[in-house]
């Protein structure tokens, strides 16, 4: 497998305050800099090479600036699949679903050991609601770089798409496995990596999956999180929970108990 250097140091998606514990001495008199005007740090940014450059817009958010440096790079490196991948991921997040797809096409074809790039196309697929046409994608992926929860995540709601829950359960609890922090929106991600959260079925079944996902992994406090949103969403078979073997331990929490208590309907004021 062809490896490329992608030099994007984790931090560089994430913003981070440091605070630094008080020292014993006194303070020092000197007073603390000023942080740099946002101009000023815009003009570091214009210092950068154009990779480099091209990868801070895309952590920022700043899609339409990423795209236009992407698209430069591929102009001079037609044969780097990273760069197409990139170019791509700016154009999906713009909503450009069919251009974003030629462009993961492009970088698979380049390299046909490029994962990302194959489970790119089938979050595109996914939007598109071709969920058989997606599972093939992130089963193609997983078979290029197993042992990466995010094409697991991918796959369980592809095959959540098709009503094949057992199999989309079965993906949930393989990603656990890998990384507890699967479902943690607020992790680091990978920059050449699209997940696909948005969710277009039947919501409310879906918690309950994931519910018995993390019921399965020992993850009380997640477990509970998912089976409180599943019964806020009017999930009809919560007293599944008793009887399913996957909730057995779940049965002894107290949370768990007074949640699967019968609804008492409310009495009308006089």
């Known amino acids: 497998m062809t490896k490329y250097s992608l030099a994007i140091p984790a931090v560089s998606f994430l913003l981070v305050s440091v605070f630094l514990p008080a020292l014993a001495q006194a303070p020092s008199e000197t007073p603390a800099a000023p942080s740099p ?50 170019l791509g991921i700016s154009l999906h997040h713009q909503m450009e679903l069919r251009a974003a ?12 050991s490029y994962a990302d790039a194959l489970n790119n196309a089938g979050t595109i697929y996914y939007e598109q609601k071709k969920f058989s046409r997606a599972i093939r994608a992130y089963d193609k992926a997983i078979a290029l770089r197993g042992g990466y929860a995010p094409f697991y995540v991918n796959l369980g709601y592809a095959y959540f798409g098709t009503k094949d829950y057992e199999d989309s359960i079965g993906a949930f609890r393989k990603a656990l496995e890998i990384d507890p922090t699967a479902f943690e929106a607020s992790r680091s991600r990978s920059g050449t ?22 019921a399965e992994s020992g993850n009380v406090e997640r477990c509970l999180i998912y089976l409180r949103k599943a019964s806020d969403e009017g999930y009809p078979r919560m007293n599944d929970v008793k009887t399913d073997p996957a909730f057995a ?12 208590l019968p609804k008492t309907p409310e009495k009308s004021q006089p």
Not at 47 to 62: M, T
Not at 195 to 211: G, M
Request: proline fraction near 6%.
């Open 37 to 86: 005007p946002a101009a000023t740090a815009q003009g570091q940014a214009e210092k950068l090479p154009d990779e480099e450059r091209a990868r801070l817009y895309l952590a920022r958010k700043e899609y339409r600036e990423a795209q236009e440096l992407f698209y430069r790079l591929t102009l001079e490196q037609p044969k780097n699949p990273v760069y197409w991948n990139e």
């Open 101 to 112: 797809l030629k462009c993961y096409e492009r970088a698979f074809k380049l390299d046909p």
């Open 193 to 214: 990596v699209i997940e696909d959260r948005s969710l277009s079925v039947d919501r409310a079944h879906f918690y309950f999956l994931l519910a018995k996902s993390f």
């Open 249 to 260: 331990a779940m049965l002894k929490v107290p949370e768990v108990q007074e949640l699967l």
